[in-house]
């Protein structure tokens, strides 16, 4: 009987960590299969910059900083960052990655880890729903709007806010904890995602006029002010 609660629970403990691992892609995976079931633009627009964006800038900038900082640069020693802040041992980098990656040219057994798709992906994935829900918090009253629908998107947007930053210090301690990271990879991931939530989220407002970036579907509820102006009343009826 011993045995088999033990094998549950370590069969169980692996499953949870491959998942933890794999989490960003599990995410774009769920946005995409409910952005196509639903016809849902705004979690397609979602998952273009959380699935292709994201990992292109984060590729685009781990080339660069391997050019800049490894043994092999041009750069003078005294502009190197230390290779214990970016580096980790190469079994544990393809472990842990989602891009497989090969040990680093000039540093044999290592591997970069500045930037992290994964933490990036969640960053972006978390702060662009927490600017989402900050923006929908702010958002002005309408003219005429029912106060207790006010309140509780106001009270809805909180909460959101509240939730999302728990969960992204969560994930970010919890992979810290795997060793997968170095804490200059963290902060240069978490400034990266953020930069590029915001952008992306600006980005969506501006072509879709707050229609295409609100993941909550608040703002697609809301009435715009000229059809609340109109007080004729308006029928369909079968011409012959």
Aim: glycine residues 8%; contains cysteine; charged residues 10%.
């Amino acid at each position: 009987m011993a045995s088999v609660v033990g094998d549950f629970i370590f069969t169980t403990r692996h499953i949870l960590a491959q998942g933890f691992r794999s989490l960003p892609v599990i995410l774009g995976g769920a946005i995409a299969v409910l952005g196509l079931t639903q016809g849902n633009f705004n979690l397609l627009f979602f998952f273009v910059g959380l699935c292709i964006l994201t990992p292109t800038a984060v590729l685009l900038l781990d080339v660069l900083w391997e050019g800049a900082f490894s043994p092999t640069s041009i750069l003078p020693s005294w502009l190197k960052i230390p290779e214990a802040l970016w580096l980790v041992p190469a079994a544990s980098a393809e472990q842990c990655t989602l891009v497989a990656r090969g040990a680093l040219q000039g540093i044999p057994g290592a591997a970069n880890t500045v930037p992290s798709y994964w933490i990036t992906m969640i960053v972006f994935f978390m702060f662009y729903l927490f600017i989402n829900a900050y923006d929908l918090y702010n958002k002005k009253e309408v003219d005429g709007s029912d106060p207790h629908a006010v309140k509780a998107r106001k009270s809805q947007a909180v909460i959101s806010m509240i939730i999302v930053i728990a969960l992204a210090i969560l994930f970010t301690v919890m992979r810290i904890a795997t060793s997968c990271e170095t804490l200059l990879s963290v902060v240069v991931s978490w400034v990266l995602g953020y930069g590029l939530s915001y952008g992306w989220y600006s980005f969506m407002r501006a072509c879709g006029m707050g229609r295409l970036d609100d993941l909550f579907g608040i703002n697609n509820r809301i009435l715009p002010q000229q059809s609340m102006e109109e007080r004729t009343p308006t029928i369909c009826a079968p011409s012959e």
